[in-house]
Nanobody
Framework: HVQLVESGGGSVQPGGSLTLSCLASGLTQSSNCIGWFRQAPGKEREGVAAIRRYSGTTFYADSVKGRFTISQDNAKTTLYLQMNSLKPEDTAVYYC??????????????????WGQGTQVTVS
C-alpha cells in the first residue's frame, strides 16, 4: 500500500523560503519517479519538479528553475522541495506524486500512479 504524505506548507511573504517534505511509504524499487505538482485555484495541476529515485536525475519547470530544489534523503523515503525567492504566483496546493518511470513526460499528471493529499503554500 503506497502512501505519500506532504508537510511543510504555510504562508510566507514574497522573497521568502519554505521547504516541503513528502514521506513516502510502500514504494518499491520499480517506483522510480517521484515529484511535485501544484494546483492554483481555477488552474490545471502543473508539474514543478521531479527526480529519478535511483539515478538522481532531476527535472524542473522553467518557472521554478534556479529557485526550487528537489532532493531526497539517502533512504529514498522522504522527498523534499526547497523553495526560495517565493513569488505570489507560487501560491497553490502542492502535491507529491510517484510513478514507475518518468514517462511519458515527468510533468504530466497521467505519468503518476500515486498522489498525496496536498499541502497549501500561500505567498502574499
Amino acid at each position: 500500500h503506497v502512501q505519500l504524505v506532504e508537510s511543510g506548507g504555510g504562508s510566507v511573504q514574497p522573497g521568502g523560503s519554505l521547504t516541503l517534505s513528502c514521506l513516502a511509504s510502500g514504494l518499491t524499487q520499480s517506483s522510480n519517479c517521484i515529484g511535485w505538482f501544484r494546483q492554483a485555484p481555477g488552474k490545471e495541476r502543473e508539474g514543478v519538479a521531479a527526480i529519478r529515485r535511483y539515478s538522481g536525475t532531476t527535472f524542473y519547470a522553467d518557472s521554478v528553475k534556479g529557485r526550487f530544489t528537489i532532493s531526497q534523503d539517502n533512504a529514498k523515503t522522504t522527498l523534499y522541495l526547497q523553495m526560495n525567492s517565493l513569488k505570489p504566483e507560487d501560491t497553490a496546493v502542492y502535491y507529491c506524486a510517484a510513478s514507475i518511470p518518468c514517462l511519458p513526460n515527468w510533468n504530466e499528471t497521467r505519468t503518476y500512479n500515486y498522489w498525496g493529499q496536498g499541502t497549501q503554500v500561500t505567498v502574499s
